[in-house]
């Protein structure tokens, strides 16, 4: 099995081999674009879902506090609670992060709006959310539409969305997700992941990087900057 810090690496810098590589390397880069326009003042934050934190490394010396919850206990996670019911005080935090996890909760807008108490005025919310993608985990109940985005996050000031690949790219990766998970045996997708996994992927990036549609209807997730006023 990997190791926490593994998978948060892979997460961060995905290989070529990974089926959703398009999608993690261009939230790695919105990320942080948003991150160093926070300045380099010291920040408290909490990161909701923060079992693996792939993304604390991009905050580098800015962090004065980093608090970690979920509902499952990791060497990393801080404080064991769900994202509906944050037990801390209003206005305790700089930063929220929760990448990936709005899926999860059966009242994400209870979620959203604990975010929202805990953040001090102009604190920030970074999220990712799935929008057209496989179920990964039969405990997720949830996809979102920018509408449904800025629904749930409707007590926010400022809310900025950014698809994390246009619809060409979102279609290649759901094909690679397809096929990494039909491919029956392991070493049929070992070969899978070192053959046809990485030509998908490589496709993608070019063709994502001649922009050749604006649509993000069939983008495979949006990266959400929601600013508290």
């Keep these: 099995m990997q190791s926490l810090s593994e998978i948060a690496h892979s997460r961060l810098h995905p290989p070529l081999t990974e089926p959703s590589y398009l999608v993690l390397r261009s939230r ?27 993304y604390r490394p991009l905050l580098g010396k800015r962090v004065a506090n980093y608090i970690a919850v979920d509902i499952i206990k990791t060497e990393f996670v801080t404080v ?13 935090f700089d930063l929220v992060i929760a990448t ?7 009242k994400p807008y209870l979620a959203a709006e604990q975010m929202y108490s805990v953040l001090r005025p ?21 996809r979102f539409t920018p509408l449904g985005i800025r629904t749930i996050l409707a007590p926010f000031e400022k809310v900025e969305i950014a698809p994390e690949v ?6 290649l990766r759901a094909l ?7 491919v029956r045996y392991d070493t049929a997708r070992a070969a899978y992941r070192c053959t046809l996994c990485p030509l998908l992927n ?17 983008t495979g997730n949006y ?3 929601a600013t508290k006023g």
């Design 202 to 218: 490589l496709l993608g990036l070019a063709l994502e990087n001649l922009s050749l549609t604006s649509s993000d209807a069939f």
């Design 100 to 106: 990936q996890v709005l899926e999860f909760f059966p």
């Design 28 to 54: 790695r880069k919105i990320f942080t674009a948003w991150i160093n326009e926070l300045g380099d003042r010291p920040l408290k934050v909490l990161d909701v879902g923060g079992r693996y934190q792939p």
């Design 176 to 182: 690679n997700v397809a096929g990494n998970t039909f």
């Design 122 to 142: 102009g604190g920030v919310l970074l999220a990712s959310v799935a929008e057209f993608a496989p179920r990964f985990n039969d405990a997720e109940r949830w």
């Design 166 to 171: 246009y619809s060409i790219g979102g279609v």
């Design 80 to 92: 064991i609670a769900d994202g509906q019911t944050l037990p801390f005080a209003p206005e305790s």
């Design 223 to 225: 990266s959400v900057r």
